[in-house]
């Protein structure tokens, strides 16, 4: 999610992102002009096969049950609940024609992505 701030007395553009958890190497700010493109990946911080009712699924489940590896039974873990979101994820803002890269700047601070830019010359 992201938040895009217009403030007349400000000189620049700001657009905030939710990145809870990312380091600034998993995220990527690049310009593609003429768009501003934030690329990243959220990893779980834990391993799960997904699960559902559907009988094709039991059966499969039921199968990695029965698997062992050197004697001992797989763990079979359920996520009881699946609200977070993880995988890959790609934002796009159209910027002005004239921005350049070195236009852009972004700094990452308690999950928060700031990405700035400047909000340049009036039209005439």
């Known amino acids: 999610r992201m938040d895009l701030i217009d403030d007349p007395e400000s000189p620049n553009f700001i657009a905030v992102f939710e990145v ?3 380091k ?3 995220i990527s700010v690049e310009l593609h002009s003429p768009f501003l493109e934030i690329l990243g ?11 559902s009712a559907s009988p094709s699924n039991a059966t499969q489940l039921n199968q990695t049950n029965q698997t062992t590896r050197q004697g001992s039974p797989l763990r079979q873990t359920r996520i009881l609940l699946n609200e977070l979101r993880f995988g890959r994820f790609r934002r796009c803002i159209k910027m002005p024609e004239w921005i350049t890269q070195s236009d852009i700047k972004a700094s990452l601070a308690e999950g928060m992505l700031t990405v700035t830019w ?3 010359p009036e039209p005439s």
């Not at 990946?41 to 699960?51: F, I």
Request: charged letters at 20%; a positive charge; zero cysteines.
């Open 118 to 120: 400047p909000r340049g």
């Open 41 to 51: 990946t959220r990893r779980a911080p834990y391993t799960h096969q997904s699960t």
């Open 24 to 26: 600034s190497s998993e």
């Open 20 to 22: 809870p958890g990312l």
